[in-house]
């Protein structure tokens, strides 16, 4: 099960999204979903949040480099040298959360009725940790799985006046998009009650994520989707 919603995840895609009706999730069943919808539910909808990262210091670098694009400079970064932009845009998404899911499998089957077996498994299937994925890292980060136990030390969701959580696990993937999924207990359940999550951690020098959920925006049909 967790093989199907990681292949799922790895055909994420970060191209913009039209505007839509930012309360589809909740007007219309998600097999409804237009292929704009989906594509704001996984990059700019409650659930996901666009952060900027540092890849590498800026120096002089080769001109002939443009891996990602004019002017980048040669950088050693986990364990191999490549040729990095300063900066790379990523996304990082509750990836547990019902309606997350959801779109996933809208993407992965379309607009098919009824949804075949391998999506309403991937649908069924109870996630015992909240689960949060930043997708869309650069090539020069594939030697994360190396680091876990920093990147691990380094990593929590915080709760305005609760102890935080760490990560009990860390999924490294690199099957055609590069993606970390970060796995919290849910041993000390969120709740509504602490409003705000913020999601923290560092993946190499400089590439510090820091990025906050309000939980009131993430219920759906009366219930925390998380």
């Not at 993606?179 to 969120?190: E, G, L, S």
Request: hydrophobic share 45%.
């Amino acid at each position: 099960m967790r093989r199907c919603m990681a292949g799922a995840i790895g055909i994420w895609l970060l191209a913009g999204a039209a505007l839509v009706a930012a309360d589809f999730w909740e007007e219309k069943d998600f097999t409804a979903w237009s292929d704009e919808e989906v594509q704001v539910m996984l990059t700019a909808s409650p659930w996901t949040r666009n952060v900027t990262i540092l890849t590498g210091d800026a120096g002089p670098g080769d001109a002939g480099d443009d891996l990602f694009r004019p002017g980048t400079a040669p950088h050693r970064f986990g364990g191999g040298t490549f040729s990095l932009a300063p900066q790379a845009d990523v996304t990082v998404a509750w990836s547990s959360a019902l309606p997350v899911k959801q779109a996933l499998v809208r993407r992965a089957f379309g607009l098919v009725s009824p949804i075949p077996h391998e999506g309403r498994q991937m649908l069924a299937f109870e996630d015992p940790f909240y689960a949060v994925t930043v997708v869309g890292l650069p090539p020069s980060f594939d030697g994360l799985g190396l680091r876990k136990d920093a990147i691990g030390a380094a990593t929590m969701l915080a709760r305005r006046g609760r102890a935080p959580l760490a990560p009990e696990s860390i999924l490294v993937f690199a099957d055609g998009a590069m993606r970390v999924t970060f796995q919290f207990p849910k041993t000390d359940p969120i709740t509504l009650d602490d409003g705000v999550v913020e999601f923290m951690t560092t993946l190499g020098p400089g590439a510090d994520i820091r990025t906050r959920f309000e939980l009131e925006a993430m219920i759906v049909n009366g219930r925390l989707e998380l």
